[in-house]
């Protein structure tokens, strides 16, 4: 049994809280009892109005991921950080130079955790894409798992941006976290299912691979916001999570995701993605995860 954690003697921060995620975890952060730095990138400062009874508890920031300054304001005094990373808004969209902006911005990020001397704890928000993505997944024995990484080259040989932009920017942070004496640990989500889902979406590209594979798996914000509290405050958390909480493993399950990015869709998959079968054995496992959310208190 983990020794009992006190939020409302803790300060964090949320970076980025003008994304789905951050601005879900500023809530329930606060609904906690945790006292909250929202660091924002963007614009967005009104979307935390009023979400805190007490103003004292919620503290608004701007700050930039490649303005280290920024970065170290919006961490002082606070005992742990929450990172995602929001892509800016004059680069939406994932190619093959976001890699060198998440890095930047990762590197940033650690670097400033090291110089601040309350932080005890980083939550670092990846994906399951720096996981998934080997040439060897197909004939693998064991499930995938957090222990598993997507190979660079791999995804740089099928344009699979995403994937090698959030493994790279991951194993910046953790290079960075060993040698700075950070207390990291990462949460490799799967595909948020949040209200903004679209076929736009970069985690998407391969899906049909992923499907075939075993290891297409998805989260709901909920679940996503209860994992992270739960690594940040357990002391027994370590290294990598993977988080999911449903896999696409049935031709109605990607019927039922097809009809919701694009309706036009709605009517069928192409037969290259069932092959027939009603059911995928899934390949890719989130046991350490559940294993440490059976206590977790929401």
Same mark, same amino acid.
């Given at each position: 049994?983990?020794?009992?954690? *006190?939020?409302?003697? #803790?300060?964090?921060?949320?970076?980025?809280?003008?994304? #789905?995620?951050?601005?879900?975890?500023?809530?329930?952060?606060?609904?906690?009892?945790?006292?909250?730095?929202?660091?924002?990138?963007?614009?967005?400062?009104?979307?935390?109005?009023?979400?805190?009874?007490?103003?004292?508890?919620?503290?608004?920031?701007? $700050?930039?991921?490649?303005?280290?300054?920024?970065?170290?304001?919006?961490?002082?005094?606070?005992?742990?950080?929450?990172?995602?990373?929001?892509?800016?808004?004059?680069?939406?969209?994932?190619?093959?130079?976001?890699?060198?902006?998440?890095?930047?911005?990762?590197?940033?990020?650690?670097?400033?955790?090291?110089?601040? *001397? +309350?932080?005890?704890?980083?939550?670092?928000?990846? $994906?399951?894409?720096?996981?998934?993505?080997?040439?060897?997944?197909?004939?693998?024995?064991?499930?995938?798992?957090?222990?598993?990484?997507?190979?660079?080259?791999?995804?740089?040989?099928?344009?699979?941006?995403?994937?090698? $932009?959030?493994?790279?920017?991951?194993?910046?942070?953790?290079?960075?976290?060993?040698?700075?004496?950070?207390?990291?640990?990462?949460?490799?989500?799967?595909?948020?299912?949040?209200?903004?889902?679209?076929?736009?979406?970069?985690?998407?590209?391969?899906?049909?691979?992923?499907? *075939?594979?075993?290891?297409?798996? +998805?989260?709901?914000?909920?679940?996503?916001?209860?994992?992270?509290?739960?690594?940040?405050?357990?002391?027994? $958390?370590?290294?990598?999570?993977?988080?999911?909480?449903?896999?696409?493993?049935?031709?109605?399950?990607?019927?039922?995701?097809?009809?919701?990015?694009?309706?036009?869709?709605?009517?069928?998959?192409? #037969?290259?993605?069932?092959?027939?079968?009603?059911?995928?054995?899934?390949?890719?496992?989130?046991?350490?995860?559940?294993?440490?959310?059976?206590?977790?208190?929401?």
């Amino acid at each position: 049994m983990a020794p009992s954690f *006190e939020p409302s003697t #803790q300060t964090v921060c949320v970076m980025d809280a003008s994304g #789905q995620l951050g601005f879900s975890l500023v809530q329930t952060l606060l609904q906690r009892g945790y006292t909250v730095h929202a660091s924002l990138q963007n614009p967005g400062e009104e979307l935390l109005n009023g979400i805190s009874a007490d103003p004292n508890k919620l503290k608004i920031f701007r $700050s930039d991921p490649f303005d280290y300054h920024s970065i170290i304001e919006a961490l002082r005094g606070c005992s742990g950080l929450f990172y995602s990373f929001e892509p800016p808004l004059d680069q939406p969209d994932y190619d093959e130079h976001m890699a060198d902006v998440e890095v930047r911005a990762a590197h940033n990020v650690l670097e400033a955790c090291a110089q601040a *001397e +309350t932080i005890d704890k980083v939550v670092f928000t990846s $994906s399951a894409t720096a996981v998934i993505w080997r040439e060897d997944r197909k004939t693998m024995d064991l499930d995938l798992d957090e222990r598993h990484w997507s190979d660079v080259n791999f995804c740089r040989k099928f344009k699979l941006w995403h994937g090698m $932009s959030k493994t790279l920017a991951e194993k910046t942070a953790w290079a960075l976290a060993m040698d700075r004496g950070v207390n990291m640990v990462s949460i490799n989500k799967g595909l948020l299912m949040g209200h903004d889902l679209s076929i736009k979406n970069p985690y998407l590209r391969g899906a049909a691979e992923m499907y *075939e594979d075993g290891v297409f798996v +998805t989260v709901d914000l909920g679940f996503l916001v209860d994992a992270h509290i739960c690594v940040y405050e357990d002391v027994s $958390s370590y290294g990598r999570y993977l988080c999911f909480n449903h896999i696409i493993n049935t031709h109605d399950d990607a019927v039922q995701l097809a009809r919701q990015l694009t309706p036009t869709a709605s009517s069928s998959l192409p #037969q290259s993605v069932d092959h027939g079968k009603s059911f995928i054995e899934q390949r890719i496992s989130n046991k350490k995860l559940n294993k440490l959310m059976v206590d977790f208190q929401t």
